[in-house]
T-cell receptor
Framework: KQEVTQIPAALSVPEGENLVLNCSFT??????LQWFRQDPGKGLTSLLL?????REQTSGRLNASLDKSSGRSTLYIAASQPGDSATYLC????????????FGDGTTLTVKP | GAGVSQSPRYKVAKRGQDVALRCDPI?????LFWYQQALGQGPEFLTY????????KSGLPSDRFFAERPEGSVSTLKIQRTQQEDSAVYLC???????????FGPGTRLLVL
């Protein structure tokens, strides 16, 4: 059974700082990994999708990497802004069941002005 | 274009009542997913559809939960004889294909009293 862990559970940084969020998974036979952000009381917004054959994806100030062999992904946020404050979730889609995603419990990020 | 929509946004039910939650996916999206999210946790997979076919319902917590997508578009998640432990946010997502980017709706917040 796939298990996804996100560390730390919460993170507080001053505006402008670069930061890294971590996601680890137990079964390396994955289809893809997707990073989302969730604002309080809202649904999830897709940030980046990395297919199993890829090593990283970039969008603006965000960069996500994937190391399947070690079961890890990182989300790098450059020059953080108060608007980046949200909960960040990673989801792994299984290799044997491409329909099912397993989520971590997220990292809640607070960026202080 | 329009995103994924869900209705109702909030639902209060008395224990034992039946409820029906609706999801309108993005037009043309073949895959549709249902998740349950408890407070402070990541979404938990319930079930998913490819067109009208329900390919995986392994996450449905009991036989009180039933999902359908009869015409391959709108989906309904039905919960019979609701219990207090069913209180959660129910999220729907759709994607072009089962391994592509998932787009989430705002969720339905269910409270069972």
């Amino acid at each position: 059974k796939q298990e996804v862990t996100q560390i730390p559970a919460a993170l507080s940084v001053p505006e402008g700082e670069n930061l890294v969020l971590n996601c680890s998974f137990t079964d390396s036979a994955i289809y893809n990994l997707q990073w989302f952000r969730q604002d309080p009381g809202k649904g999830l917004t897709s940030l980046l999708l990395i297919q199993s054959s890829q090593r990283e994806q970039t969008s603006g100030r965000l960069n996500a990497s994937l190391d399947k062999s070690s079961g890890r992904s990182t989300l790098y946020i450059a020059a953080s802004q108060p608007g980046d404050s949200a909960t960040y979730l990673c989801a792994v889609k299984g290799g044997t069941n491409a329909g099912k995603s397993t989520f971590g419990d997220g990292t809640t990020l607070t960026v202080k002005p | 274009g329009a995103g994924v929509s869900q209705s109702p946004r909030y639902k209060v039910a008395k224990r034992g009542q039946d409820v029906a939650l609706r999801c309108d996916p993005i037009s043309g999206h073949v895959s549709l997913f249902w998740y349950q999210q408890a407070l402070g946790q990541g979404p938990e997979f319930l079930t998913y559809f490819q067109n009208e076919a329900q390919l995986d319902k392994s996450g449905l917590p009991s036989d009180r939960f039933f999902a359908e997508r009869p015409e391959g578009s709108v989906s309904t998640l039905k919960i019979q004889r609701t219990q207090q432990e069913d209180s959660a946010v129910y999220l729907c997502a759709s994607s072009v294909g089962q391994a592509e980017t998932q787009y989430f709706g705002p969720g339905t917040r269910l409270l069972v009293l």
